[in-house]
């Protein structure tokens, strides 16, 4: 990316008018499931545990390659269209959502999810050293990580195995931690453990590890977090609709944790709009710590990029607007009824702004949404595939 005035124009060269329009990074979601777009709104009624159980897992045991190829179409245009250019996902069957996000120039972190649900541990390890074998490298926007689902869902040896992994390859480690009471219970028993953070402190001291939700931890264990190589994926709209908690970022930003934010999977996040991910992020800390001065918005903005970037060790690629970075870029049109008159540019952003609100999305210096519309797609096709398969697996 080069930025400056009359930069010199090559042939192919594509101007866009940005007057009177917003030119920003564009957004980093840290913590999704793209494949499950199909489960949206399949949560009511459910406890976290229940829901995974009784509802999710054995749905999944139904899903094909084809499934997920086009339930990660889905989520890859609701991205694209809401101003999200970057995604850290957990699923498996990545091969089909790696082809996706080709088709339409987004950029992922993607892995194959491991636990030792079913006794399927060892199988699951294979096909993701399979997957690093055959994609590590193969494509500018696709990196891997070692997706590791979570303690209360993986034992000892399995978690070991994940982490020399991860440190073979110099992966990311991406996990759900602390997520709600019981998940922290669970891990307390199964590890033997006074602190879930223990098992942290035991076998992720070398490696990169991005957290997801860390709603259950008390002071005492974020002082032990953040002497380690942590980053907390928050995800305060599925911690709310799971009924899990709010986590203290407050607290953890205080304590210089770089912390990202997350929309999770539509099943318990409903939908990857990250401009509602950080609106929620700063009225739930200012309210619940009673303390309007709470996380500014410019804070709020950069936990939807660039601590989005650190946290994926991609910081001197993308998350900001600067020299010889990716031009990750969108372009927002705050002209509208809901943001205008525009007080404070930042706050508008973060409080007024929608995912409608971006009018063009550029990943790697690529135009692959101009005026709302993205090219090439059959969008009402994968609709109607979304909806035959919710319905077959159901
Ligand atoms: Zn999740």
Redesign the pocket.
Known sequence: MKIGKNIEQTENVKIIDAKNKICMPGLINT???ISMSIFRETLDGYTLQDWLNNKIWPMEDKLTKEDIYYASLLSCIEMITTGTTMAND?YWMAEETIKAANELGMRLEVTRTINDVQGLQKQRLEELEKLIEEYNHKYDNITLNIGIHGLYTTGEETVKTSIEMAKKYGMNVHI?FCENEQETLDIKKAYNVSSPVEVLKKYFTETNNIL??VVKVNDQEIQELKKLKVSVSH?PI?NLRLGCGIAKIQKMLENGINVSLGT??QG?GSNLDMFETMKFTGLLQKGVNENPKNLDSYEILKMATINGAKALRQEDKIGSIEEGKMADIIILDLNTETCIPNGNIFSSIVYNAKGYNVCHTIINGKLVMENRQIGGIDKEKIYQKCAEIIERIQ
């Open positions: 913590h999704t499931h957990q759900h997801a939700h995800c599925s999770d999977g318990s």
